[in-house]
């Protein structure tokens, strides 16, 4: 087992949710082999991948590694400013998506001298989406760790959370650069250098998943010949009862510094493995006794969509491994074992995620629509009629019932128009709209949107869901009335139930009714901000199609709230291909951060928003403050620094002065990044973060959507 000092930082669950949606990961290698003499890339040895001298031979194994290796940096961007940089594409799927988390990892081998020539070396890198300009990172001083390989060098790992500039940028092809290394010939692992990014994105058409991302920093190594094994539990995991397809749970992983010519031997059988709950992780190409290999594949296919595309990466792995059958994760599971093991190498796992099948809900739902003519299209101020039924499946009861719907933004409940046709344990007929005694109905507001809820099961009261027993159905009704413009209606409707211990199953069901009127007039691709010189800003929209626009007015904001307009630029008009617009913007401000929308303006006066995108400005002083997303949904964010460890008390403070929130957590010297999350249930409106520490004060605005 490997001795305790080499787990330099254990494994932490760093995100965590049962959404529809997935992961995603990408990433590239920084450096590259250089031969000595064309100095050029040395493209065969970086690619070789089938090597028969190496181990059984075979995809997967090579006879060439970056120790003793002339290991220089990669640079593709033809940028003065920068001194290495590679890319790998954000491939996200068909739909809508939206990005719940990203976290950017860095890391590499460098010498101690350079690390004293500037400060904070390691917490800096570039980052760029497509053809936008750099965006400086900066992880935070307790996100980067450590370990000192020699006595001249270290090797280290960074990582940052870029979730908004991911939600504002989304898929595309990212170029991270300037990653902090040393380059030449050296032994004891070699030089080198890379980057790695995971996504977590929700999507309508996806499935439901639990998702669960892990981080941490660990060394296994040859410990003088002898074979090395660490074994790790991962915890938090949500299995469902039912036994899995292969690719029903997929496993990612990220490891730095695995060798491909380092496998198997005669004297080393069993090389570098991977195991999860005690058996050995292999594909095509990722072989049993040599996993660790310099590779980044997607279930046995190389990924080839990244800038330079290597096949052996020289010092970083990427793997995403369908791991649903034969890797002894049972039904019900909450945790997974993992091992890591070398005879021959040495290597530092960083990141793991799994995306596994949700659980069958207990309670099932189905939506349906149904307008007034019975054309199944929504016309000018027309009834929209709503029915939402299920079936308890489970074999044992079902607790806390209930079925939510939130009312379309572009529609109008209609008042006393909630029906329960079939409820267990409820009140049957026509509901009142209020919250009272006379039933186990409600409509209500939560963030500015209007919502119908039904309480259901034996036992149930007007604040909470009651029993359905094996076998009980349930059918409700509502009422909307269609926008007097004619416009495509979609919303989902939910129910949730839980076990007796407490584990919650939701299901949900959408209803769309398309619209009577013309089509969408304009479809917007990309909006996006870039930080210039001397107080400016450029600002850039794509769109794919053009109906009647006539034009679009950019506004930029201080606090996410309040927008000016800023400039009216013409529309094209009609078209169907796709057009591109920009604007510099000069401005002076105070503020850290600015605020972007567009908007889009029809022929006939109509106006639509786009989402609202953030832009970061240099922190002005050395002490600071950043709260973000703003304007928030659910996870709020605090990047500030402490000039000691020290308590901190974070309050929440709404616009009529109530306090709403209170936390009390101990800051770290330095910079600091806490989480405030589950937000959703404040209503929406400006709130105040104040954020105290002693005598001393930090006070920020944030509006809750």
Known sequence: MVQAQNAIRPYALVYSANIKGNTTVLGNSSMHIIDAFTNMPDTFQMNDIANPL?????????????????MQFIDIDVNTNTYNSSAAQLILPAGNNTIKFAR?????RISNYALTLSTDTLRKVLIKNTNGTYVPILAAQNAVDIFQVTDTETIYQAYADITPYIQDLGSGNYTVANVPASTGYVGSGGNYAGWCMVVAYQNSNAPLNSIRIYDGYYQVFNNNGLPSNLQVNLTGLNVPENPLTAQDAVMTAMSWEGDGNLGATSTNPAGDYLRVNNVTVTNITNPPDNFWNGSITKNGDYVHTKTPDYFNQMGIDIDEINVGIGYGIQPNANSVTIDFGTEADQYFPSMFAFSIRMKSPTVTIHKTVQDSDGDQMAGANEILNYTLSGKQIASTN???????????????????SMLVTDGPGVVEGVQTDEQDLADMSYTGIAGNRQFVKFYMGQGATNNQGGILVPGNTYQVKFKVRAPATPASVINTGTVSASTFSGIEFIDQSTAVMGATGGPVPVQLISFSAALLPNNTALLQWVTAQEINCRNYVLQRSEDAVHFIDITQIEATGNMANTKTYQYTDHFLTAVNTLYYRLAMIDADGRMNFSPVIKLRLKNKGSEWMLVYPNPVTDELKIVFTSVQQQNTTIQVIDAAGKLVLKINRVAAKGENIFIIPNLSHLATGQYQLVLSQGSNKATQSFFKK
């Open 54 to 70: 190496n181990s059984a031979g075979g995809i997967g194994n090579t006879i060439y590694g970056n120790d003793f290796s002339n």
């Open 104 to 108: 950017l990892y860095w890391g590499g």
């Open 398 to 416: 079902a607790y806390r019932v209930f079925i939510v719907d939130t009312i379309p933004a572009n529609c109008t409940y209609i008042p006393g």
